[in-house]
């Protein structure tokens, strides 16, 4: 069963912090990876979506990277900012389950000022 | 830009009582699902649905579950018989292909007392 994990758990840095989190997941074979935000008692925002054929994807300040073989994904937020607190979940899509996107914990991220 | 829309934010109900939660997924999306995330917990994959019936369900969506898409636009989940452990936030989503990212809503907190 495809399992999803996300390092660290918590994590805060200060304002203009480069920053990196990360993701592993168990089993290779997905259709994709997608990385979401979650802010406190709210919906999810889809931020970056890294289909199994690529290895990374660029949006602004948000860098995914996906290495399938080794089980891994890594969101690179360059220059953090406080509007950047939120909690960071990562999720696959996989290929032969039942489940549509298997999610991790996440990381609940905090920029201070 | 367009988002998916779920009603009510919050319900409290009663256990034993029946509940409808309502989404309405993005107008051109074809592919739409429902999650839920028990506090403190990681998102969990309920069902998807697309051609007007389920495609995949998780050991989660027993049989109190039932999804429906009465009209062009709403896609709804009813639990017939809620349960204390029923109490999450449901997050519905769409997304314009089977494997494409996923666009979730606000989410709709039951409460079962």
């Known amino acids: 069963k495809q399992e999803v994990t996300q390092i660290p758990a918590a994590l805060s840095v200060p304002e203009g912090e480069n920053l990196v989190l990360n993701c592993s997941f168990t089993?290779?074979?997905?259709?994709?990876l997608q990385w979401f935000r979650q802010d406190p008692g709210k919906g999810l925002t889809s931020l970056l979506l890294?289909?199994?054929?690529?290895r990374e994807q660029t949006s602004g300040r948000l860098n995914a990277s996906l290495d399938k073989s080794s089980g891994r994904s890594t969101l690179y937020i360059a220059a953090s900012q406080p509007g950047d607190s939120a909690t960071y979940l990562c999720?696959?899509?996989?290929?032969?389950?039942?489940?549509?996107?298997?999610f991790g914990k996440g990381t609940k991220l905090t920029v201070n000022p | 830009e367009p988002e998916v829309t779920q009603t009510p934010s919050h319900q409290v109900t009663q256990m034993g009582q029946e509940v409808i939660l309502r989404c309405v997924p993005i107008?051109?999306?074809?592919?739409f699902y429902w999650y839920r995330q028990i506090l403190g917990q990681k998102v969990e994959f309920l069902v998807s649905?697309?051609?007007?019936?389920?495609?995949?369900k998780s050991e989660i969506f027993d049989d109190q579950f039932s999804v429906e898409r009465p009209d062009g636009s709403n896609f709804t989940l009813k639990i017939r018989s809620t349960k204390l452990e029923d109490s999450a936030m449901y997050f519905c989503?769409?997304?314009?292909?089977?494997?494409?990212?996923?666009?979730f809503g606000e989410g709709s907190r039951l409460t079962v007392l």
């Open positions: 989503a769409s997304s314009v292909a089977a494997n494409g990212e996923l666009f």
């Open positions: 089993d290779s074979a997905i259709y994709n």
């Open positions: 890294i289909q199994s054929s690529q």
């Open positions: 999720a696959v899509d996989i290929q032969g389950g039942s489940e549509k996107l298997v």
């Open positions: 107008s051109n999306h074809l592919y």
């Open positions: 649905f697309y051609n007007n019936e389920i495609s995949e």
